[in-house]
């Protein structure tokens, strides 16, 4: 039986490690490639490459904050850390920049 135990944020921003406690002897680890797609300031619009089951979406960070987007149909699906006044910003940035955010989704989830 396998469980998570935790992550570990890679130096490169694109990777992350996640740890999985296979058996007690084994401990399983993977990168999950995690590719930027835009900066505007302070934040980075990028996608997780396991996303590919979901609809298509872009995740915002700034620091330790994080929000999530649907893109067809721009809106948010939840967010951590952002003021109300940062999120509308975030999401006018994404509502200006959608057909680029739809374009590499379909360029990185075609392949």
């Avoid at 934040?43 to 620091?63: C, I, N």
Wanted: hydrophobic share 40%; net charge negative.
């Amino acid at each position: 039986m396998s469980f998570g135990i935790g992550s570990i944020t890679c130096p490169q921003p694109e990777m992350i490690l996640y740890l999985f406690q296979v058996d007690s002897e084994a401990i399983r680890a993977y990168f999950c490639f995690m590719p930027t797609v835009l900066r505007i300031g302070p934040y980075r619009f990028f996608f997780y490459a396991d996303d590919r089951d979901e609809a298509p979406h872009v995740h915002v960070e700034r620091e330790d904050y994080i929000a999530k987007f649907w893109l067809d149909l721009v809106r948010l699906v939840r967010s951590s850390g952002f003021s109300r006044k940062e999120i509308n910003e975030i999401q006018r940035h994404v509502e200006e920049n959608q057909a680029h955010l739809l374009r590499s989704w379909n360029e990185f989830f075609s392949r």
